[in-house]
Nanobody, 120 residues
Framework: QVQLVESGGGLVQAGGSLRLSCAASGRTFSTYVMGWFRQAPGKEREFAAA????????YYADSAKGRFTISKDNAENTVYLQMNSLKPEDTAVYFCNARRIRGLPKNEYWGQGTQVTVSS
C-alpha cells in the first residue's frame, strides 16, 4: 500500500536548522504534487511547501518563504524540507502529503507526522 513516512524532526533552539525527510513508497508519484503541512497545538493544519514530483518550481507559504526549501530525489522516492532560521512559532507536527493532480482517481495520502519543537 501507499506509505509516506516522515523523519528528521526534533528539538532545536531558535535560529537553528532541521531537515525533514518524507520517504514515499507503494506507487508511482509522477502525476502527484508532494507537499509539507504543519499543525501546531490548538491550531488548524496549514500548508508550508509543495513541489510537483515531475518537476517545476516549488510553492511556499508566506511563513515558509525565505527560510524553508523543499526538494526531492526521485530515484530515492524521497521529499525533503530544509528548515533554517527556525522560530518558536514553527513548533508543530509536520506532515508529508501527496495529491494526484493529473488523471483519476484523485488520490491523496498523508504521513503520520514528525514533531518539530523550537525553543526560545
Amino acid at each position: 500500500q501507499v506509505q509516506l513516512v516522515e523523519s528528521g524532526g526534533g528539538l532545536v533552539q531558535a535560529g537553528g536548522s532541521l531537515r525533514l525527510s518524507c520517504a514515499a513508497s507503494g506507487r508511482t508519484f509522477s502525476t502527484y504534487v508532494m507537499g509539507w503541512f504543519r499543525q501546531a497545538p490548538g491550531k488548524e493544519r496549514e500548508f508550508a511547501a509543495a513541489i510537483r514530483w515531475s518537476g517545476g518550481s516549488p510553492y511556499y507559504a508566506d511563513s515558509a518563504k525565505g527560510r524553508f526549501t523543499i526538494s526531492k530525489d526521485n530515484a530515492e522516492n524521497t521529499v525533503y524540507l530544509q528548515m533554517n532560521s527556525l522560530k518558536p512559532e514553527d513548533t508543530a507536527v509536520y506532515f508529508c502529503n501527496a495529491r494526484r493532480i493529473r488523471g483519476l482517481p484523485k488520490n491523496e495520502y498523508w504521513g503520520q507526522g514528525t514533531q518539530v519543537t523550537v525553543s526560545s
